[in-house]
């Protein structure tokens, strides 16, 4: 099933509202005209404006309308007449802000909760998580790229939830999204005009396409980062970013919990409280050693919540200066380098070449289907 649908792939299907364990929901026709299903069988056809209500009672939902009970089903299905159809999604209990969703909603029974399906073409989906992941009014050529890189990160992750019967969740788990939003057609322009395209490596397997706000100079390995290295995510020099606004930061730490950290990241008796932590990062590297103990910059950044793992520290004997360079991880594309090549005349396939190592950008269908079995 999952095969046929990739093949095909105009259409996938996320489940949303997947963290909240929602039993009641209100569905409105914002736009378009939809035809209610249950199966094989059409509850009614239904114009801009209605507003239905759909409850959990134990393995069957129960739909009304504003003034009549409808029926008791195990599955209903809102299905676009056009290709224009959106409707509004209210979670009732527990209540939940009101979200907008293109195409169609399955919903069913899961164990204790419904479980709502977002059926959507597959190039609207990709439009709403650019849009989701910030960037507004940039270069179409920037959207082309994100567009591509989502899409990548979209077919390859095809059959993480394939044993709850749909593709992918709206979390962080698999990628965040919020339904349709405002900037909808300059960037569902963009995705479509990039449709069916993924970065494969040079085995012709599909990458795993990672990005972040600002490198600040520099991207990082994935082995800096993550666990291991991949041959296509290596150390860039970015010049493109260095004035956009997440470029460079400073925070202050207070030096108690500075040196309780460090007390407590090492199994020692040594008190660190006369010891000096200044250091300098001109690059990106994954330890540091200071005062004979090895510091790890990404715990640090994670403990602290700083924006990047990239900066220097300067102890006064009072206070921890910090500055730092860029916002994220620092792996793969950096969306504000990009954003800025797009501005000064590179094309998409120049983005992907300038952040990736030895990849090829190729249409999925032409990949043979063992290629998108995930790792
Ligand atoms: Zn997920
Ligand atoms: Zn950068």
Excluded at 300 to 313: G, W
Aim: hydrophobic share 35%.
């Amino acid at each position: 099933m999952f095969a046929a649908n990739i093949c095909m792939a105009q259409s996938i299907n996320i489940a949303i509202f997947n963290d909240k364990k929602i039993n009641s929901i209100a569905v409105n026709i914002k736009q378009g005209r939809y035809r209610i299903k249950s199966g094989n069988e059409t509850l009614g056809e239904y114009k801009k404006g209605s507003i239905f209500h759909i409850s959990r009672f134990g393995t069957e939902l129960e739909i009304r309308d504003k003034r009549n009970f409808i029926g008791n089903f195990k599955k209903i299905e809102f299905v676009s007449v056009s290709d224009e159809g959106v409707l509004n999604a209210k979670p009732i209990n527990p209540i939940s802000e009101a979200r907008e969703y293109d195409d169609n909603l399955i919903l069913s029974c899961a164990e204790k909760e419904l479980q709502i399906i977002n059926k959507i073409d597959m190039e609207k989906y990709i439009a709403s998580v650019i849009e989701a992941e910030g960037g507004n009014s940039a270069p179409d050529e920037y959207y082309k790229a994100q567009a591509i890189l989502i899409r990548t990160f979209t077919i390859k992750n095809m059959y993480k939830h394939a044993e709850e019967g749909f593709n992918l969740c709206d979390g962080v788990h698999c990628q965040a999204y919020k339904g349709r939003l405002t900037q909808h057609n300059s960037i569902l322009t963009a995705a479509r005009s990039t449709a069916g395209k993924v970065i494969t490596d040079n085995e012709s397997v599909i990458i795993m396409s990672p990005f972040h706000s600002n490198c600040g100079g520099e991207t990082c390995t994935a082995g800096q980062y993550w666990q291991k290295d991949l041959p296509y995510l290596q150390s860039v020099k970015d010049p493109f970013c260095l004035k956009s606004s997440y470029a460079v930061w400073t925070t202050t730490i207070e030096r108690k919990t500075w040196i309780n950290y460090i007390n407590n990241s090492v199994s020692n008796n040594v008190n660190y409280q006369n010891y000096n932590f200044t250091f300098q990062m001109p690059h990106r590297t994954k330890f540091i050693i200071i005062n004979g103990i090895e510091l790890n910059m990404r715990s640090i950044r994670e403990y602290f919540h700083l924006k990047s793992a990239f900066f220097s520290v300067k102890d006064t004997g009072k206070e921890i200066l910090i500055t730092g360079k860029g916002y994220g991880h620092g792996i793969g594309m950096c969306q504000q380098g990009a954003m800025e090549m797009a501005r000064v005349g590179y094309t998409w396939l120049d983005i992907i070449h300038f952040y990736f190592r030895d990849v090829q950008v190729v249409d999925y269908k032409d990949l043979e289907l063992h290629r998108f079995q995930p790792e």
